[in-house]
């Protein structure tokens, strides 16, 4: 079992930054790939970034490729996501979620590829 709580949202003006933190509690956070999603009001649920467990792999989503990274500290039970050059499109609630089964990691794009998920924190851009 992983309890997942993000933090770091908040309002930011366009082309500002902000990083998101996804604390991990429970065993073997090194054993679950990590993976950053957005919705916006009305838009489907998007998956902005996945990071394999020992971080070799990243995936990025078009939209965001960039100016965002993800990262993650497997010793802190930590996955980190630095959003740069925010657009007021990147406004929505970004979750984080974990994977337990391995594989490729630029396939874990779907909600049904997620075994655990955190609440969410809001990022608004806008002027």
């Known amino acids: 079992q992983v309890q997942l709580v993000e933090s770091g949202g908040g309002l930011v003006q366009p082309g500002g930054s902000l990083r998101l933190t996804c604390a991990a509690s429970?065993?073997?956070?090194?054993?679950?790939?990590m993976g950053w999603f957005r919705q916006a009001p009305g838009k489907e649920r998007e998956c902005v970034s996945v990071i394999s467990r020992n971080a070799g792999n990243r995936y990025y989503t078009d939209s965001v490729k960039g100016r965002f990274t993800i990262s993650r500290d497997n010793a802190k039970n930590t996955v980190y996501l630095q959003m740069n050059s925010l657009k007021p499109e990147d406004t929505a609630v970004y979750c984080c979620a974990a994977r337990a089964t391995p594989g490729e990691t630029r396939t874990f794009l779907r909600r049904s590829d997620y075994d655990y998920w955190g609440l969410g924190t809001q990022v608004t851009v806008s002027s």
């Open positions: 429970g065993r073997a956070f090194n054993m679950y790939a």
